[in-house]
Structure formats: C-alpha cells, structure tokens
C-alpha cells in the first residue's frame, strides 16, 4: 500500500508552489519555498537560470500586478465608501431640510380632523403609525393620498396637541429633532374687539 504525500501549499499566495507563478507573488513565495521547503524548492527551480525564474510570472510578479490589483481594489472600495457617505449626508441633508405639517380641520360644526404630511422622507412606516394614533388617541385613523399624491394620515377627533407632542418624540427618537414641524390650525376663531382711543362702548 502507497503512503499518501503531503501536499505543500504557499504561506504566501496559499496555492501548490507549482502554481506560484501564478499569485502575482513569485519572489515572496520562492522566498518562502527556499526557506521553509529547499528540497521542493531545488526539485522546481534549480533545472532553471535565475533570470527564467524570474520570468514566470514576469507580467503578475515582477510588474506588480498583484499588487496593483490589491491596490486598486483598496481604492475602489474607499471610492464606494465615499460615495456611500456623501449618499448619506445627502440623504440627511434632504431630511432636515423637510418639514412635517400637522394640520387641523374642520369636518362639522363639532367635528374635526388632524392630517399629518410629510412622513414619508423620514422612513416612517405609515400604516404602523396610523395603528399607533389610533390606539393611542381611541380613536379612527387612516392613510390616504392628498391632492399631491402624497401619503398624509388622517386621525378622527380634535387630537392635534397630542399629536404634535408624539411626532416631535418620534423624531428625536430617529435623531432628526432638528426637523421642522408646522402645525396649522384652520379652527375658526373670534375676532377680537377693538376700541380706538377716545371711544366708549
């Protein structure tokens, strides 16, 4: 019965040293050959003039390439890198610069409504939020698209301090405090009495 050989892989590019060549890393892998396998090393290289060695991997090894590929692939990932944090501060740039708009209405006499637009920028889940309004305020709340077809959420009642309150909580919550919240009120209300100077009632 035959005993199994051993099989010797490169330190260096970790491949069979027959195929060395090959890595882009030669003189490193010889290197390694010579000083940790000199038998394999005599039994691969010593038929061949120095400077033929030196040829095998003339375009991978002396040139570099394997290096350069290294390189480059460093670079093009700091590029990617780069652009993803500019794609981000952008990003942030569009959110900060957007505002949510809290917005009562009146539906009767008696009633009203308070509409909620701008969410969308901010990655908010609408309809889990609508769920929210609606457990929290008890009280019917939905999603529609406004006259921009844009999503807004509608809660059923005269809630809008409430609202207000969770929408700048839930802003913090996401680290964007700095957002601007409008809240419009369309509640009707008394005209003042005026008097001029001089002027009995």
């Known amino acids: 019965m035959s005993e199994l050989q051993e099989v010797v892989y490169c330190e260096v590019c970790s491949y069979p040293p027959e195929y060395c060549e090959f890595s ?14 000199p038998d394999l090393y005599t039994k691969l290289y010593a038929d061949q003039p120095e400077d033929e060695v030196n040829n095998l991997g003339t ?20 590029r990617l890198q780069r652009k993803e944090e500019n794609k981000e501060q952008r990003e942030l ?3 900060l610069s957007s505002k949510v708009i809290i917005k009562r209405e ?3 006499k008696r009633k009203y409504v308070v509409a909620i637009q701008g969410l969308e920028v901010f990655e908010i889940d609408m309809k889990k939020l609508a769920k929210t309004f609606a457990s929290k305020f008890a ?6 698209k406004n006259a921009e077809k844009k999503e807004e959420i509608i809660i059923q009642g005269d809630v809008i301090e409430g609202v207000e309150t969770y929408i700048h909580q839930l802003l913090e919550e996401k680290g964007l405090k700095d957002v601007k919240v409008e809240v419009i009120d369309t509640k009707k209300k008394k ?10 009632k």
Do not use: F, Y
Request: glycine share 8%; proline share 4%.
């Open 93 to 95: 740039a569009k959110k």
């Open 59 to 78: 375009k991978l090894a002396e040139s570099s390439i394997g290096e350069e590929r290294e390189g480059k692939l460093e670079k093009d990932l700091l």
């Open 106 to 108: 009146a539906r009767t």
């Open 191 to 200: 005209k003042p009495t005026t008097t001029t100077p001089g002027e009995t």
């Open 139 to 144: 009280t019917g709340c939905s999603v529609s």
């Open 24 to 37: 882009g890393k030669l003189k490193r892998c010889k290197k390694w050959l010579n000083e940790t396998h």
